[in-house]
């Protein structure tokens, strides 16, 4: 059975930093490219970044996140981590992880973790 456990979501003030965290289990997760998705109150779910299967070293963010958002991942533990500075009001969403793909055609969607920036 896949799974995806989100962590690390909070309440912070504009400028401030999160680390978010998501193990996974039941597939292969080495083998698969992995990304973060978020969905803001009243919007779509969205892609925020992705990193390819070859260890991490491919990684690509979507232009509003990109200089402020780091994503990792350890092939090891099954985990996918999303390091976020400089946060922006407009990041406040809840945050998932999930393999690389369509959202439409995903599925398995764990419970994510809330991001909330705000003064």
């Known amino acids: 059975q896949v799974r995806f456990v989100e962590s690390g979501g909070g309440s912070v003030e504009p400028g401030g930093s999160l680390n978010l965290s998501c ?10 490219a992995m990304a973060w998705y978020r969905q ?12 390819l299967h070859n260890g991490g070293h491919t990684k ?16 090891s533990k099954n985990a996918l981590h999303l390091q976020m500075n400089n946060l922006e009001p407009e990041d406040t ?5 999930n393999k ?15 991001v909330t920036v705000s003064s």
């Open 93 to 97: 969403a809840v945050y998932y992880c």
């Open 100 to 114: 690389f793909g369509t959202i439409g055609m995903l599925t398995d969607w764990g419970q994510g973790t809330q």
């Open 60 to 75: 690509t963010y979507v232009d509003a996140v990109r200089g402020r958002f780091t994503i990792s991942r350890d092939d």
């Open 40 to 51: 803001a109150p009243g919007k779509e779910r969205e892609l925020v970044a992705f990193t």
């Open 23 to 32: 193990v996974s289990s039941g597939f292969p997760f080495p083998n698969y």
